[in-house]
């Protein structure tokens, strides 16, 4: 075999187990195996079948000026790179680690190299080129698929928080009331008044209450939203009353120059609930001893 | 006294003063035109003191039926009834909303039964 054919993808081919054994060694240098996670014959396991769908993607694909990673040829390798983050990051693997865990695998690529191509030579950086090249391509991949394994998690909890955040409840015949936590963005506001709405036609309610004691922060976004539901509510024949504004509140919304008009506000639930007793011609008195 | 009579396709019906119209969701510029003619005809002649109108047959809106809704409630205003809207659907609330018109000036109510309950009430 003369040099000019040991390229980096032959020696990953016919050294394969030695450079398995040096990634793996490098691996626990680096510190990145992890054994409180992933136990070493997993480590090994998924090691092999990434180096193995690696070595099967070099005989095809190509690692020179052609280096495409998106290119099908590499799909397998790419499919074994997810299915590692993603059993790893839901171990609790950093992006730093796994980073390594792929980037570590360089060193017994470049130890082979180093053997077998002769001293003071392009070939050999070339070489070393483009191993590192698609190392790093592998590695930026892991980090992706971390990224978008962790944007999906926030997406769902998103949505399951958007759902349970909005709970409108009866509190007496003819009326309901929607408690308000957390922030209220537009999607929030969206979805609170659809559940508010429909459930004024399902029980029938007469009169409507917006409780925002629990909403940290009214801006002009959140008073426009409120505005609104409160406008949704009259169309719908209903009143609505919003309560739970607390003295700093009333404060910012003056200051803002926000104007609340034709809605009704009270400082707390007990006020709103006794002005919607009083819509609905209901009062509440104390028994007689 | 009940008498009845449809415009536009749109029924119009007295029931014990008070003037039921139930909206149809293809009413286009002229049957507008026709149902209003029919609407404060009908008033003038029963001398009734209020109006429901019942748009829950609505399930689109636009800034169109919107004045439309607006315009009915003026001309029965002056005729002396009260105008309630009753049966509005949340998506059509919404679109209102969003569209900017709140029909600040007309009465609504959640239905037909609790409309009639106003307007007997007289509050």
Known sequence: MNDQTISFATIIQEDFEQILSAWLRNQAIEGVKRTDLVSPRETEAQSRELLAALSRALKTAGIGDDFNFSNPAWDPVREA????????T?????????FWFIASIKQGIFERLKNTVP??????????????????????????????????????QQSEMTEVSAPVVKVWDRIVTVPLLGTLDSFRAQT??????????QREAQVAIIDITGVATVDTMVAQHLLKTAAAVRLMGADCVICGISPKIAQTIVHLGVDLPNVTTRADLQSGLAYAYERIGLRVVAMKD | MESHSTSGGSPIVTITGCVIVAIRD?????????????????????????VIIDISSLEIVDTFAGRMLGAMAE?????????????????????LVELGMTLQGVETALNADRAMALIKAGR
């Open chain 1, 119 to 156: 001293d003071n030579s392009n070939h050999l950086i070339d070489e070393v080129w483009n191993a590192t090249r698609l190392i790093n391509q592998l590695a930026l991949y892991a980090i992706d698929t971390f990224v978008q394994k962790r944007e999906a998690i926030i997406e769902r």
């Open chain 1, 90 to 98: 839901q171990r609790g693997v950093s992006p730093t680690e796994m």
């Open chain 2, 26 to 50: 293809d009413l286009d510029d002229r049957s507008v035109m026709v149902l209003q003619d029919h609407l404060v005809d009908e008033i003038a002649r029963t001398g009734a003191t209020g």
């Open chain 1, 192 to 201: 609170v008044m659809e559940n508010l709405l429909e459930a004024i036609v």
């Open chain 2, 75 to 95: 001309m029965s205003k002056m005729l002396n009834a009260r105008t309630i809207v009753v049966g509005m659907r949340p998506a059509v609330a919404m679109t």
């Open chain 1, 81 to 88: 790179l997810e299915q590692i983050t993603d059993s790893r």
